[in-house]
Structures are given as structure tokens and as C-alpha cells.
């Protein structure tokens, strides 16, 4: 049974394989498990690339696959890492907390412990109270779930209102911003109990590995996060492969007519979008420990619409083309903004890329848009011969999220 | 003949125009019947209702034995309840092959999770195969149905139809842009497909109507002009009138 499905789907098997050697190199070049080629901080840095392609996949399956052009998904991403972060400060917090407080001459009360870590994480936002959803920031089992939970159930609750109510197209993903916006803006208040504009920070330090260094505990995050895409991969490949993948792929081209053959179109769409919040959630738990800290900003409308530009460039509706576009592009922005870039001396004007690279982004983006609609992942297209099909500029279905002519194989 | 469909006192309007007027219909368990009528008589309209895709303002639909209501019921709770709908322009899902639009039409569970784990049995695949000859596409199954001719496409969805299971087809224009031979395969398809369900189809050519041998409702203006053989209607002043005098 499963080998058929790998033998149907000979890019999955080519993805893991090179999933695996990329894993390799990493592992055999990095400080602490290999010859020390490549730094900690940029194993940190690919490792986060790994978790923003495993969020690109979702973005794809909900985008590319099923047409809806959600524009929110960072929204689930940034929960899932408070979710996460919550459990590493509070956790690491009591452990510093008790340190300090075993010299004491009278042993602490447990609840003098939990007032003083909640002094220590609320001090910045002048409070000292622990507010009602760190209730089970103490319990890592719980916690975990929650990553999966809390971006679950807000997508179940949106996506149950405005599928029900049959909002589609523009109007969908400005109500996706619009949710996006209202989450980090509620983060940003100091009394949301996340901290403010603070948010949760040190969240690179596990608790109880002060021993260990940081050059091995990132490799451990990057092994996890290599396995989370794989496994990913896996499950999206399985979801779109069969009868699932022909409803969501008849609902992004065409979603009346799959209402009319008694598939319910809503129910479809409702499982995919939470689905893909879950996965995305799972994405932002495994980045944000690696990038140390994580506040509103990350929430912000604007992280989302990168999303689905590095979709669009990589090649929505093809799995590997998502995984491509978010690696691609991430780590091209990241050589940018981190300053590496050389200037470019115009005479008159001097290039600082730092400033320009979201000018060049945007462009690739309209370029790609216009004239190479399959994006990255055309280029293999290009190499197997296979075309686009010949329809005279009509789109695959008349819904607007529906595949175009220049994206679709012959 | 118990019957099937039971359509009284429909009214539909759009921004103050009777799309529908007052229309009443009714259709056995297993029954052809044609419709016809001048362009913007209402027909599509009226399938429209049934389907569930525009609410009435007025009137009943009742289906089935129970004297069910399908007003209250979405789209998709109506085609499982079992009502199928040919589109009068082709609809098929153009990037997908023409065994993969079959398969999503054969009749089985449709609820998102038993799809999640569905595999194809002996027996749908076998289903497929049949379907496919039936149509005169078992060489094309694994072609993009995007790249068929319209009247391919015409075949196809009226195989999806068929692989519903439906025990009402609603047949909207389904001979346009097919050949003669085509027309009587289609014909003989929907006759067949009669001796065990209810059938509705809409048309325009007489020819194809006159092939058919049913019982023919005439629509004009949102109601039922006249109703009969196609001889006794076609003798009717009224629709000389409207419709064969134009
Ligand atoms: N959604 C709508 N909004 C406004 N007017 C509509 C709508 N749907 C149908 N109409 C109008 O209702 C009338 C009936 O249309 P309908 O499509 O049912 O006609 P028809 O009998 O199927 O015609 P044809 O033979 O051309 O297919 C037409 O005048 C049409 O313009
Ligand atoms: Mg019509």
C-alpha cells in the first residue's frame, strides 16, 4: 500500500532522498557534530528555513491546491511559537528562580516560587500576575498540544464563519488580514499577558541544558525540523494524492460543481484550513526556539503576504515548488538584509540592499506573476518537456483561485 | 406513478423581475420529460431551484417519498439525496483527467474523511471502465478532460451523472455542440437512463425532442404554457405563438 503511493509519486521519495543528504552535510559540517564548516548561528538559520518551507506547504495545500488565498497563516505560525515559548520561559524561569532562592535561609513556599518567576517575566510590563492563559505554562505535554490546539481552533472558528457565510476570493483573504491584524495588534497590548511588545524572549536556552552547548542543542532543532518537513512532505503528498486531492483541486477550479456532485464544499475547505493552521503551528514551535525570541511583529499582516509570495515564486499547486520558493527566497533575504550583499555604487546613488531588497523581492514577484506563472518549479517543467496547455488565455474553472492556464501541465 | 419531484406555486424574481412565475411541475419515479421554451423562459432557472442553488421567494419543492422538503437543504445535501445536474455549459474539472472526474462522481461516501482514506475498490474501477465505454472515452482515460473536444466534454459530465447514481437527472441542453450520431447515442443514453429514474432535459432542438418520445413541458415567461406529446403542444396557438412562429 505504501509503496504504491511512494511509486505514484516519484517526488516524494526524490525529496526525502535529498531532504536526507542536505541533513547529512549539515550534520557533517557543523560545529558540534561535524568538521565545523559551517557556523552555529547559520545552522540556526537553516534549520528556521526548514520550519518556514514546512509553513510554505501548508500555505500551498490551502492555496495552491484548494484556491484559497489565505493571507492569515503567519498568524498560526506566530501561535504555535507563544505556545511553545511559554512552556521554555516559564520553565527555564523557575529554574533560574529556584537557583536563586535555595540560598534563601527559609525554603521558599511554591507559591512564592511562582510569584517571583511571575515577577521576573511580567516585570517588564509592570505586573507581576500570572494572567489566565499561562495556566498551564508549567506543563510541556499540555503546551505542545496547545501548539496544535490553539491555532486549530481559531482557524475552526474563522474558517466556520466565513466558509458558512460563502465568502471567497479578495474578499476571503482581506478577512484573513483582517484576523491577522486584530491577533497582533491584541499581542502588542501589555495586557494580553504575552508580554507586550516584548514578547517572549531567551527562548533559544532549553531548560535544563545549561550544560550543553548551543552549536549541538542547534542541531538537535535542526534535525527536528528537517524530520517535522519530512514528515510533512509526507502527509501533504498523501492528502493530495488521492480522491481528497481531485475534491480540493475541483473546489479551488470550480467549487460549485463540486457541490453539485454532494461533496459538501464548506466541510472540504473548513478541514484543510485547519489542517494547515495546525501544521503551521508545528512550523512556528520548531522556529521560534531557534531564532531565540518571538514578539507581535512576527504576527504582523505583511509576514503572511510574504507567504504566499515565496509560494508563488517557488510554484503554487506543486508541493517540492512551495518547499523551493520559501528556501529560495528566505535565505536569498536573509544574505540580503543580513548585510552581506555588497553595494552596488551607481555614481550618483550607492544600492544598499538592506533597503532595496524588498524593492527587487516585489519585483521577482510581478515578474514571476506575469511572465513565468509556475514559477521556480516550472523550471523542471521545462526540463521534461512537459508544457502548459494551449486554452487561449482561459483559466482551468471560473472560480478566481482557480488554477491559470500558464500554471497548469499539459 | 407515485411521484418523484412535486413543484408548486414557484415564484423566483431578480430585482423585481419574475424569473419564475407561479410554476407548478411533477415527475414520476421513472419518467422522461423535455422542456422547452425561448431562450430566457426560465428553464436553467428552474433547475437552478430545484438544485438548491437560487431559493424561491415563493412555493414548494417536495422530494421523494417522505414529501421531503429541498428548500431548507444545500446543494450538496441535494445531490446526495439524489439529484443530478448536467450544466448547459459543459462543467467538468478541466485539469483533471477524465478517470479522475468519474471516480469523484461514483457514488460513495462524500464526507471528508472517509474520502481522506478512500481507495478505489474492484468494483469502482470497474464502474469507471464502464462508464467510459459507455461515453465513448475508455481510450482517453488518462487525458487531461481539459484537453477533450466540447462534445466530449458534453459526454463526460453526462457520465458523471450517470456514475452519481442519481434518481433525478436534470438534463440541461445536453446535445449542443455534438453530431447527429452523437445526439442519438446521447438519445438513447437518456431513454435507457429513463426506464429507472426520473428524467428531465432541456432543449432546443425539436429533432432531438421528437427522438426523446416523452411526455413535453412548455415554459414561457416563468410558467407552464402547455403540456403533452410534442404533437399536442406543437398544435397549441399559444406556443405556435411564442415559441415555433419566431
Ligand atoms: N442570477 C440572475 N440574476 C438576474 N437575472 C437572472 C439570473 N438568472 C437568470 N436571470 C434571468 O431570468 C430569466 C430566465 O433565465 P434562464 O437562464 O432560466 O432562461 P433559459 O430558459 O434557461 O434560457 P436559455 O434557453 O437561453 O438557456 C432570464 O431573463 C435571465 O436573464
Ligand atoms: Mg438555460
Redesign the pocket.
Known amino acids: 500500500m505504501k509503496n504504491s503511493f511512494i511509486l505514484r509519486n516519484p517526488s516524494v521519495l526524490i525529496f526525502l532522498g535529498v531532504l536526507a543528504l542536505f541533513t547529512l552535510g549539515v550534520t557533517f559540517m557543523s560545529e558540534a557534530t561535524g568538521a565545523g564548516l559551517i557556523s552555529t548561528s547559520f545552522v540556526k538559520t537553516l534549520g528556521k528555513t526548514l520550519c518556514l518551507c514546512l509553513i510554505a506547504i501548508a500555505m500551498d495545500l490551502v492555496w495552491g491546491y484548494c484556491g484559497i488565498l489565505s493571507l492569515g497563516h503567519f498568524a498560526f505560525f506566530g501561535l504555535g511559537g507563544y505556545m511553545i515559548g511559554m512552556w521554555l520561559m516559564y520553565e527555564r524561569t523557575r529554574q533560574i528562580v529556584t537557583l536563586s532562592m535555595a540560598n534563601a535561609e527559609i525554603p521558599p513556599t511554591d507559591q512564592e516560587v511562582v510569584d517571583a518567576i511571575g515577577s521576573q517575566i511580567f516585570g517588564v510590563v509592570g505586573s507581576s500576575d500570572f494572567p489566565p492563559i499561562w495556566s498551564f505554562a508549567d506543563s510541556l505535554p499540555i503546551q505542545l498540544a496547545l501548539v496544535l490546539i490553539v491555532p486549530g481552533m481559531l482557524a475552526l472558528i474563522f474558517g466556520w464563519l466565513a466558509f458558512r457565510s460563502r465568502v471567497t476570493g479578495v474578499y476571503l483573504s482581506i478577512l484573513t488580514q483582517a484576523m491577522t491584524l486584530a491577533l497582533s495588534l491584541y499581542l502588542f497590548q501589555n495586557d494580553s499577558g504575552l508580554r507586550g511588545n516584548n514578547g517572549l524572549s531567551g527562548l533559544q536556552n532549553l531548560p535544563g541544558t545549561d550544560a550543553i552547548p548551543q552549536s549541538l542543542i542547534s542541531i538537535w532543532f535542526f534535525w527536528a525540523s528537517a524530520l517535522a518537513l519530512g514528515l510533512g512532505f509526507l502527509l501533504a503528498s498523501w492528502v493530495v494524492s488521492g480522491k481528497f486531492g481531485s475534491v480540493i483541486r475541483g473546489i479551488r477550479d470550480d467549487e460549485q460543481r463540486v457541490r453539485f456532485l454532494g461533496y459538501s464544499v464548506e466541510g472540504y475547505k473548513l478541514f484543510i484550513f485547519v489542517m494547515t493552521a495546525m501544521i503551521a503551528g508545528i512550523a512556528g514551535a520548531l522556529y521560534y526556539p531557534q531564532a531565540g525570541i518571538i514578539n507581535p511583529a512576527e504576527v504582523a499582516p505583511i509576514a503572511s503576504i510574504y507567504l504566499a509570495v515565496w509560494v508563488a515564486i517557488g510554484g503554487r499547486g506543486r508541493l517540492y515548488g512551495a518547499v523551493i520558493g520559501a528556501a529560495f527566497v528566505s535565505l536569498v533575504s536573509t544574505w540580503f538584509t543580513g548585510g552581506q550583499a555588497p553595494d552596488v555604487p551607481l555614481g550618483f546613488y550607492v544600492v544598499k540592499w538592506v533597503d532595496w531588497w524588498q524593492v527587487l523581492l516585489g519585483l521577482s514577484f510581478v515578474l514571476v506573476t506575469l511572465f513565468a506563472p509556475k514559477g521556480i518549479g516550472g523550471l523542471f517543467d521545462l526540463f521534461e518537456g512537459i508544457r502548459s496547455p494551449r486554452r487561449h488565455g482561459a483559466a482551468l474553472g471560473p472560480d478566481q483561485g482557480s488554477l491559470q492556464e500558464k500554471e497548469a501541465q499539459e | 406513478m407515485s411521484t418523484l419531484l412535486e413543484v408548486s406555486g414557484v415564484s423566483v424574481s431578480?430585482?423585481g423581475?419574475k424569473?419564475?412565475n407561479n410554476l407548478s411541475f411533477q415527475i414520476g419515479q421513472a419518467e422522461l420529460r423535455a422542456i422547452i421554451?425561448?431562450?430566457?423562459?426560465?428553464?436553467?432557472?428552474?433547475?437552478?431551484i430545484i438544485t438548491g442553488k437560487?431559493r424561491p421567494n415563493e412555493g414548494r419543492v417536495l422530494w421523494g417519498e417522505k414529501s421531503q422538503s429541498l428548500l431548507k437543504m444545500s446543494e450538496a445535501a441535494i445531490a446526495r439525496a439524489g439529484v443530478g445536474r448536467k450544466f448547459?455549459r459543459p462543467t467538468v474539472f478541466e485539469d483533471q483527467t477524465v478517470h479522475d472526474n468519474l471516480l469523484m462522481a461514483i457514488k460513495n461516501d462524500r464526507s471528508p474523511f472517509s474520502v481522506l482514506f478512500f481507495k478505489p475498490k474492484f468494483r469502482d474501477l470497474g464502474r469507471v471502465e464502464e462508464l467510459a465505454a459507455e461515453i465513448g472515452l475508455s481510450d482517453q482515460l488518462h487525458r487531461k478532460s481539459g484537453e477533450l473536444s466540447h462534445g466530449q466534454k458534453q459526454w463526460l459530465e453526462i457520465g458523471m451523472l450517470l456514475a452519481q447514481e442519481p434518481r433525478l437527472l436534470l438534463v440541461?441542453?445536453p446535445a449542443a455542440g455534438m453530431t447527429l450520431s452523437e445526439r442519438e447515442h446521447t438519445t438513447d443514453i437518456l431513454v435507457e437512463a429513463a426506464k429507472t429514474r426520473a428524467v428531465v432535459v432541456?432543449e432546443?432542438d425539436m429533432e432531438f425532442v421528437r427522438r426523446l418520445n416523452c411526455k413535453v413541458t412548455v415554459?414561457h415567461e416563468?410558467s407552464v404554457l402547455a403540456e403533452g406529446s410534442l404533437d399536442h403542444v406543437t398544435q397549441n396557438k399559444d406556443v405556435i405563438d411564442v415559441y415555433l412562429g419566431r
Do not use: R, S, W
Open positions: 431578480f430585482d423581475f424569473a419564475i421554451g425561448p431562450n430566457g423562459a426560465g428553464k436553467t432557472t428552474f433547475m437552478d437560487t448547459q440541461d441542453e432541456v432546443h415554459l416563468g
